[in-house]
């Protein structure tokens, strides 16, 4: 072989040796960055939160509370894992299902009181976050009565994010001032002004009781209005008989008080009953203080288009209710969750969250600047009112006794039966207070 050919395959056998050698490298950088890209998407930050939060002024009032939380954490994915229907009519269900197949999320709303204490935290699925308000110091930002209502043997277990109130009669100015009525003070009152809006043909009250909790939320008002404050509270505790002359009174009501409702109610939900009132559909409607939220969100302002009162015959009471977040036990992303709380339990997320879920913060030191003039009065009546516990909100009882409850409403609102009802919510009291 001449020297010059010898030469020339060394050099090309050269080539090809780095050649592939350039290959091989290629591939395993290529197979690196994948296993790499993997491993990050393993260990990827995430938070989930689950709620019923879907409707105007509750879906609004959440994402405030996710924006200042990706402020803080932006390398955190979070998960509105949210389930339409108002009051957890369809969200607490898959809760439950998923807590019972150990698939929590990393914090879920659940109601202040016996909703949270008798269903998760005495069945042993929560953590106890006490130190997240002994860090922080906060626990003297909370009236006591809150804190009292989310803590089991000496351990704190939710962060309420609100404080709502139940007993709230939201109604149309403009066919207040066309039909020169003022908003009814007592049961009597409200069904003379009823009368007068049907003789005019409008109806007088929205309901929307697609899900039952909506017509046990308005008997609860009406419960309050039969017998005051004091009795009320005595009806979940054993002080104050469920067969009395009271809650026969106040069923009776119930039943006259459902004869102004428009005939659609079974197919309707909260929000669109309150849609009703401002689109001129129907004059009033009974409902939570969400209702001020959702109007927010549609860009109505309180004492313009819509006016506000307790709810007929309850003045000087307050029904309330506390929207809270815990952390379950087996929270996959338990440190982002503990960070959650933390935005939960601030000033700074609660005075963003409230003025557009229409809810005043469940600290003591929100800034009212910040509120509009409706959720001011909610912030002057629930320091100075007497204040009593919703059962349609999960405060008042645990979780069985309002499916029972509900139970009863169902046929009630079919059947109009007094009796049958006043047996009802004996049978299902003597089953809850043992
Ligand atoms: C309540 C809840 C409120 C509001 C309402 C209607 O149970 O506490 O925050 O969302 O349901 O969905």
Redesign the pocket.
């Known amino acids: 072989m001449k020297k010059g050919t010898y030469r020339r395959i060394l050099l090309l056998a050269l080539l090809l040796i780095i050649s592939l050698l350039f290959v091989d490298c290629a591939k395993k950088e290529a197979a690196a960055t994948k296993e790499g890209e993997a491993k990050a998407a393993a260990a990827k930050k995430q938070l989930e939160i689950f ?5 105007g ?2 879906a609004t009032g959440l994402a405030e509370m996710f924006k200042i939380y990706t402020s803080k954490y932006p390398d955190v994915e979070i998960i509105n894992a949210t389930v339409a ?5 369809n969200a607490k269900a898959v809760l439950a299902t998923r807590m019972q197949g150990g698939d929590p999320p990393d914090s879920f ?1 659940v ?1 202040a009181g016996h909703e949270l204490i008798d269903t998760w935290v005495v069945a042993g699925k929560m953590e106890p976050i006490t130190s997240i308000f002994k860090e922080n110091n906060t626990i003297d930002a909370y009236p006591k009565g809150v804190i009292d209502i989310i803590s089991y043997k000496d351990e704190i277990y939710s962060v309420p994010v ?1 404080i ?1 109130r139940s007993n709230v009669l939201w109604y149309n100015k403009e066919i207040f001032a066309k039909n020169k009525l003022q908003p009814p003070k007592t049961t009597n009152e409200f069904l003379a002004v009823s009368k007068k809006l049907a003789a005019a043909g409008v109806t007088p009250l929205a309901l929307g009781d697609n899900g039952i ?1 909506a017509s046990t939320h308005l008997f609860e008002s009406v419960l309050l209005s039969a017998m005051g404050p004091e009795k009320y509270k005595g009806l979940w505790n054993g002080g104050t008989p469920w067969d009395g002359p009271d809650v026969k009174k106040a069923i009776q009501s119930f039943i006259q008080i459902l004869g102004f409702t428009n005939t659609d109610h079974a197919a309707l939900s ?2 669109a009953a309150a849609q009703y009132v401002v689109d001129g559909k129907a004059a009033m409607t009974i ?2 203080d ?1 209702v001020d939220g959702y109007y927010t969100s549609k860009g109505l302002t309180p004492d313009k288009e819509y006016g506000w009162a307790p709810s007929p015959g309850t003045e000087g009471a307050f029904i309330m ?3 809270s977040f815990g952390l379950p036990k087996g929270a996959p992303h338990s440190e982002e969750a503990i960070n959650w709380l933390k935005v939960c339990a601030s000033k700074e997320g609660q005075d963003a969250f409230n003025p557009k ?1 229409g ?1 005043i913060p469940s600290r003591t030191d929100g800034d009212p600047s910040l509120y509009n003039a409706y959720l001011q009065s909610a912030m002057k009546d629930f320091k100075t009112n007497n204040v009593v516990p919703s059962v ?3 405060a008042a009882a645990g979780e069985g006794w309002v499916t029972d409850f509900n139970d009863v409403m169902t046929i009630l609102v079919t059947e109009k039966n007094v009796d049958k009802a006043v047996e009802g919510f004996v049978k299902a009291a003597q089953k809850a207070i043992k």
Not at 85 to 89: E, F, R
Request: hydrophobic content about 35%; charged content about 15%; proline content about 0%.
């Open positions: 709620s019923w939060w879907t409707a002024g509750e229907g108002g009051a957890g009519q709303q109601h609100n709502h909790w909260w929000d409902m939570g969400w209710l506390s929207d879920k809810s349609a909100h999960g």
